[in-house]
């Protein structure tokens, strides 16, 4: 399908308020901004249905959302249905599901971007380019679940249909998410966490609805409920260098770990992390000049 020529979105989706309460949160505090994409027709379900059949099966994620808080990926039960069946019936099949990495359509590409070229000038004056720009949306049944996890890039999520509950965890917080357990998310480990009741206090419930967003920083734990009625949401997310930079710093973390050391947890924006993170890199670029392109 080819791009239509004028904007998807008329006007902006974040007015003057919106882009300065971003100003305000952007990068480490988590808050609510307002947008102006309900009612977008690209989110009707039919409209996810057609392009749920344009992008790659691998790239839809589909379950039974009777889930409690933690939950071992593993025994995560597939709801049966096709993708279509399951988008169509989903205000009764108890299911959540994502649409990943919709920006691999031409249409869908175009209003990311639409939607990210507004924020830029916050972005890049405070964490440089936004990189690695993707959207992901969500299509869950009433009271469906979405476990304790942690997600590596900047993210807004745009409420479009029905509501939600995120409670949102602080990002640095090292008996939530300790050093070991994020080398090994970097390392390609499940993005699920464990959870303990412990951490309940910890946790900020914010309830979204249409017509609200949330900005949730790199690696802020959370976990959803959604609310009575089908909910849609629209999440869009980028990279900047600092986050690449902390999470290599993570890596070469793993190797001072297995080497019998306790390395010092890299250090949250505005910090750098520069030191290991290049040391990181070079020990990679190293090793796959000599053939493994595995540094670990």
């Not at 006007?11 to 305000?24: E, I, K, L, Q, Y």
């Not at 004056?125 to 996890?149: C, D, L, Q």
Request: proline share 9%.
């Amino acid at each position: 399908m080819n791009a239509p020529a004028s904007r998807l979105v008329p006007g902006t989706v974040f007015d003057a308020d919106a882009r300065a309460r971003f100003a305000d949160l952007y990068p480490e505090q988590p808050g609510k901004i307002a947008h102006g994409l309900t009612g977008h027709p690209l989110f009707e379900l039919e409209a996810l249905v057609e392009l749920s059949q344009r992008i790659r099966p691998v790239d839809v994620e589909q379950n039974l959302a009777d889930l409690p808080i933690e939950v071992d990926p593993s025994t995560v039960r597939h709801n049966g249905l096709s993708v279509a069946d399951s988008i169509r019936s989903i205000e009764a099949n108890g299911s959540w599901m994502v649409l990943k990495f919709v920006e691999q359509d031409t249409v869908y590409r175009q209003l990311l971007d639409e939607i990210l070229d507004e924020l830029e000038p916050v972005v890049s004056a405070r964490t440089g380019a936004m990189i690695k720009r993707e959207a992901f949306i969500f299509v869950s049944s009433p009271n469906a679940v979405t476990p304790f996890h942690m997600d590596p890039e900047h993210n807004i999520l745009l409420q479009l249909r029905g509501t939600k509950t995120m409670t949102l965890f602080p990002a640095a917080d090292p008996e939530l998410t300790p050093g070991a357990l994020q080398e090994e998310f970097h390392r390609g480990a499940h993005r699920n966490l464990p959870f303990r009741d412990g951490f309940a206090t910890k946790g900020q419930p914010i309830e979204l609805t249409p017509g609200e967003g949330l900005y949730v920083p790199v690696k802020a734990p959370h976990w959803v409920q959604n609310g009575p009625a089908t909910s849609v949401s629209l999440s869009v997310t980028w990279r900047s260098e600092w986050s690449y930079r902390e999470a290599d710093a993570h890596a070469f973390n793993r190797l001072l770990r297995r080497a019998g050391l306790i390395p010092a947890m890299p250090a949250r924006y505005p910090r750098q992390n520069m030191l290991k993170a290049y040391a990181w890199r070079a020990l990679a670029k190293a090793k796959r000049l000599a053939g493994n392109p595995d540094p670990q």
